[in-house]
Every structure is written in structure tokens, then in C-alpha cells.
């Protein structure tokens, strides 16, 4: 586990803003939970747990001074309690009220919401700088290796013999749909194919079979040259990468 070198006494406390009292190692037996938190953090605690083993606590929770309460790290504490850690560090503080500890429990967790990936980055971040060993870098990063897939699959010329069947929605079906898989030559054009139809699906990766409808449609007539069967048509100009 990693040392915290602060220790350090702050100003009094204000009205109003955190005041962190000290920065220690403590025992675990010597905080507790906060038995309100509306967060449900029990699934993300054993994950959790698995990337404190490999990066150890680089940051305190944060604990309420007057009653030894943790306002911040509710889920790195019961992480910590699955590896069965002794000690655990923390940043004591003194809320002027329980109003302010409430606020900011609440605020800390619903401020990590507001922020998405840039998947552009990523598909050029992880193949560039974290190798290629999908296992290793879910253990690292906490992504899963069926999303992890998907951005080194973009490196690629070929596409591999056989793909994972995931739940690539991010939903469960009794009958799972059909995907059909298209290789861009770069993840622009992806980008700009998919900011076509000014929709957002719940994988970044994906575009809905009605989406597509929008914007070509099939007409039963032999397409010159072909035996037979139809031919795709475009309802308007549209080019990969262009407008």
C-alpha cells in the first residue's frame, strides 16, 4: 500500500468548503460506513478490490472527524474489507455540519457522472501505450476485455476468425440480435459515418438496423450485373468521411 507524506495541520474550519484536519494510516476497526448512502456500491466493490491490488490506495477516503464516518470512499473501504487490509489511509475532516457532510457525500458521487469517454482516444491510447495483452490491461484499467476488444480491432487489417458473442447493447435478450460488423479504415471515419444519423446508441460502437433504414433502403430489383436478389439504394448523397 502506498504512504501518504501529508500531515499536516490546516486552518479552523469555515462555514462553508472542506477543512481536512490530517492525513493518517488507521486502522479499519476505527471508521465506519455511512449507513445512509443512497449509492449502491456492492457490485463495484470486488472489482474494485482486484485494482487496489495491483495499484494499492493512491487516494485518502474521506472521514467526518466528529463521528468517524466516511463521507467519501464508502466502496474503497468495503474493497479494502475484502482484502482484508488492517489499515486504510484517511483524509479526517470537519464538516460544519451534517448538512455539509451529507451535500458533499452526495456531490462527489453524482459529480462522477457528468463525465464520458472520448473514444477516439482511447482506441489510440490503449493500443499506443498499454500493449496488446487484452487480460493484462483489463486487470490494470478495470475495463472488460469484450470492450477492450473493440478498440484494438480498429488496429487491425484483418478481422479475427471469430468474434465473442457479448452483450454488446449493454442489455439482456432472451433471443439475442444479429449484429453485422463493419471495418472502418480509421476511427474518424467511423465517427463520421456514425454522426450521420444524430443518434446516440448505447454502445458507442453500435448504430441500430432502423438508423441504417434512415438512410438507404433495399429495392427488389436485380442489380446490374448480379444473378439476381436486390440492390441497396441511398435515400440521399452520402460519403464515408464526407458530407
Do not use: C
Amino acid at each position: 500500500m502506498n504512504k501518504f507524506k501529508i500531515k499536516q495541520k490546516t486552518t479552523p474550519p469555515v462555514k462553508s468548503g472542506l477543512s481536512i484536519i490530517e492525513v493518517k494510516k488507521v486502522p479499519m476497526s476505527s471508521i465506519k460506513l455511512w449507513d445512509k448512502n443512497p449509492r449502491k456500491n456492492e457490485k463495484s466493490a470486488k472489482p474494485l478490490a482486484e485494482l487496489l491490488k495491483v495499484h494499492g490506495q493512491k487516494s485518502p477516503i474521506v472521514v467526518w472527524i466528529k463521528n468517524n464516518t466516511i463521507y467519501k470512499g464508502n466502496t474503497t473501504y468495503k474493497a479494502a474489507k475484502i482484502l482484508k487490509w488492517e489499515y486504510i489511509w484517511v483524509a479526517f475532516t470537519d464538516f460544519p455540519s451534517e448538512k455539509e457532510a451529507i451535500g458533499y457525500a452526495l456531490a462527489d458521487n453524482k459529480s462522477s457522472e457528468w463525465s464520458d469517454w472520448d473514444e477516439s482516444i482511447l482506441a489510440m491510447l490503449l493500443p499506443e501505450h498499454m500493449g496488446n495483452n487484452l487480460s493484462e490491461i483489463a486487470g490494470i484499467t478495470g475495463f472488460k476485455e469484450a470492450d477492450l476488444a473493440g478498440y484494438f480491432a480498429a488496429e487491425s487489417n484483418e478481422l479475427p476468425d471469430e468474434l465473442k458473442e457479448i452483450d454488446i447493447l449493454g442489455t439482456s435478450f432472451e433471443d439475442k440480435a444479429d449484429y453485422l460488423v463493419v471495418q472502418f479504415p480509421d476511427h474518424k471515419s467511423m465517427d463520421d459515418f456514425k454522426a450521420r444519423f444524430n443518434s446516440k446508441t448505447a454502445h458507442p460502437r453500435v448504430i441500430t438496423y432502423e438508423m441504417l433504414l434512415g438512410i438507404m433502403e433495399f429495392k427488389d430489383v436485380p442489380a446490374e450485373g448480379a444473378g439476381g436478389g436486390g440492390s441497396v439504394v441511398l435515400k440521399k448523397k452520402f460519403k464515408l468521411g464526407g458530407k
